[in-house]
């Protein structure tokens, strides 16, 4: 696979918090000099993963492979008429996705899991079909509530994710488990935002830490 760096690209800088550390975070938000305000209103994030069955890109995040990419089909809400379809890719520091809209209503992806990678498929360009035959097998359905922040000049956003869940996909149990006493903030910006991330680092009130969904949930029903 090519990893070709486009212009659009973003770094993104990770910490993950506890619930006793929820309020210093949208202290330092309110308090802080970028001027931060909520972009849109909060929303319910829904997520299925494809991987090789070898579980590739799975063990590329863990080890944190330089050049990398994860599969997810997307929908915000309980019910969309509406999924998107992306690749997530990474570069060293930067990460950027191809996206696709497919007319197909989330409900319809929770009743054909065993032939969700097929139906899919039907919907796609032959360019994404070429992916989702690489990460073919539905392996994890991660969800969680999601709040948006942006910076007074538009360069920086942040995210705030709670209420973790994880369901496994490539099974009949379909095991459930959930992290809902920790919180994940994420900084995102541009390359021409990038001489912030030092600032970021050294006045957040959490530490930076690496974090994946992905890892996280199948590390979760794998044990």
Known sequence: MSYIVPNSSRSEIKFVGDHSSFDSVFC????SQYGFYKEFPDRKVNSIYFDSIDYSAFIDNLIGLSARSK???RWYGDFSEQVRFE?????NSFGWKIIENIDMNSEALSMNVLNLKNNIRNYLSDQNKYFIDIFSEPSLKVQYDRQYFISL???VRVTIDTNQS???MNSKL???FFLDDVFIVEFKFGKKAHHLASDFISTFPLRQSKNSKYVNGVY???K
């Not at 690749?87 to 570069?91: E, F, I, N, Q, V």
């Open 28 to 31: 330092w938000l309110q308090l």
């Open 71 to 73: 599969l997810r089909i």
């Open 87 to 91: 690749l997530k890719r990474k570069r």
């Open 153 to 155: 000049d538009g360069n």
């Open 166 to 168: 994880f369901t496994e």
């Open 174 to 176: 379909a095991s459930k």
């Open 220 to 222: 979760g029903y794998l």
